[in-house]
């Protein structure tokens, strides 16, 4: 009785969550009646395929289609990017991965026109994807680990769950193990957190796939039964598909062949569902050896025989070229973008350096001027405080004989005559002091108009130059500063040249 009621319970649990995929999707399919914008529908339509991939991978392709003919039709670049990309993952269900490879790589480039970070990143990680179907561990650990770097940038602390399941499941066809299991622990908890049903169910079936390569089948089974409630539960028949033939392999390895048998072909029907040929091939491929051992040679015959003719539809040593093909023109594309790149900052960097000399040329001739006219400045106040000096001391001795002169009446008339004319002296002598002054600041301040105009010009030409805000900003504030240099020496030249007037 009790688990008669535990499982109406699940039943009624997985029915909600169907209930509310089909709402999310009918969500979408009425906004999409009710919009007059080109754009938003091109969104809508990307996004119902989007989430058809591992329902219904046929109706996906159709509104996928219609999706990129009308974002190409409107030059909406976000939308052929994303509809690229959708498409990729469409042929991925149908287990066409030539074309999903070209697709992923399509819509990388689109990404990489956009700067967009999260479709660059989402993208790297689907190539990781092919390359692991394809058997190409190495390539595809670089492209995962790629694409987990751009998102952990992109997302901070929220860790992207779906990552390092990935990174799991190649983990565990490489056979390391301790990093598989690590990778998948931290896509679980992740999953959990961010309550992603869709990832749960991918790093709980890792976990079985890791205990079955171990041979450790009791720790499995109870690994793949949990994912086939999760996917049961969000209707993901792509990957019903892989778990069923999982646990077929389970109960294989342990020579229960009617059990094997049967959840193979529970896997057959999912597979069917999702239009998964590479899934289905594959499938018939083990059924044709559970035939094989139990001695049923026709059926084994049969079997293999339509795993030849799927497999065949779907992969040639001709696609596997292709895919060669395009994966290096892709790596020769990402070269010459990292060539410009350093070439670009190789010349901004040397526009920089050549600021920085040309604002330590200006600072040092400034500092030079600044020195002479101190030093000038310094020999001028000197040489008034001693003319003050004698100045005072001859006042001094002016008043002394004053005084004298009060008493020697007869001669002030004279002595005042001769007071006179010491002054006139002495004044003569200021006047020029100060003139030999003027014409030296005269003739420095000509001196200094040649190096200024120079770093004038140097500056005039930056000023043209190619370079970011921040180096131009830079440069116009060296313009300006020189420019009132100049305007400073000019005015003396011009005060002098009206005294002379």
């Not at 329902?55 to 030059?75: E, G, S, W």
């Not at 140097?458 to 921040?470: F, N």
Request: proline share 1%.
């Amino acid at each position: 009785m009790r688990k008669l009621v535990l499982c109406s319970i699940i039943l009624v649990g997985l029915l909600s969550n169907s209930r509310a995929q089909n709402y999310e999707l009918d969500s979408l399919k009425q906004q999409l009646s009710l919009t007059n914008t080109d754009s938003i529908e091109v969104q809508l339509l990307n996004e119902i395929a989007f989430k058809n991939i591992n329902v219904n991978p046929i109706v996906a392709k159709d509104d996928v289609i219609v999706a990129y003919d009308k974002a190409t039709k409107i030059q909406y670049s976000q939308g052929i990017a994303r509809s690229l990309a959708v498409m990729g993952g469409v042929y991925w269900g149908f287990g066409n991965y030539e074309q999903a490879l070209a697709h992923y790589l399509d819509a990388l480039k689109e990404y990489q026109k956009l700067d967009d970070l999260k479709g660059r990143s989402d993208c790297l990680n689907n190539i990781g994807e092919v390359y692991k179907k394809l058997g190409q561990y190495n390539n595809s650990l670089d492209y995962l680990k790629h694409a987990l770097t751009l998102k952990e940038k992109l997302h901070g602390d929220n860790v992207p769950a779906l990552s390092y399941n990935n990174l799991g499941e190649v983990y565990t066809l490489m056979g390391d193990f301790e990093k598989a299991k690590e990778a998948y622990e931290i896509a679980i908890d992740a999953a959990k957190e961010q309550k992603d049903t869709r990832v749960l169910a991918y790093a709980t079936d890792g976990f079985g796939a890791l205990y079955l390569a171990q041979k450790n089948y009791e720790q499995a089974v109870p690994y793949f039964n949990k994912a086939i409630e999760l996917r049961t539960e969000i209707n993901d028949y792509r990957g019903l598909a892989y778990t069923y033939t999982n646990l077929g392999k389970c109960f294989y390895n342990q020579s229960q062949l009617d059990s094997a048998l049967h959840f193979y072909e529970k896997g057959l029907t999912s597979s069917k569902k999702a239009s998964a040929a590479d899934v289905k091939a594959n499938l018939f491929y083990l059924i044709s050896k559970v035939d094989s051992v139990k001695g049923d040679y026709e059926g084994a015959y049969f079997n293999y025989y339509r795993h030849d003719q799927v497999k065949d539809s779907i992969y040639t040593i001709e696609k596997s070229a292709q895919i060669a093909r395009m994966q290096a023109e892709y790596e020769n594309e990402i070269l010459r973008k990292d060539n410009e790149t350093k070439e670009a900052q190789v010349s901004e960097r040397n526009t920089l350096i050549i600021a920085v000399i040309m604002l330590l040329i200006l600072t040092l001739a400034l500092a030079n001027a600044f020195y002479n006219q101190r030093t000038v400045q310094k020999k001028a106040n000197k040489s008034l405080s001693q003319k003050n000096e004698q100045i005072e001391k001859q006042n001094q001795e002016i008043q002394t004989q004053a005084i004298k002169l009060r008493d020697l009446n007869d001669n002030l008339e004279n002595l005042n005559q001769n007071l006179e004319e010491k002054i006139r002296s002495r004044t003569k002598e200021l006047e020029k002091t100060n003139k030999e002054l003027a014409e030296y600041a005269f003739i420095h301040a000509h001196e200094l108009r040649a190096p200024v105009a120079n770093i004038l010009g140097l500056v005039q030409l930056l000023r043209h130059a190619e370079m970011d805000a921040k180096d131009h900003d830079m440069v116009e504030h060296l313009y300006a500063a020189t420019e009132q240099l100049d305007k400073v020496i000019q005015g003396i030249v011009n005060k002098e040249q009206q005294k002379d007037i």
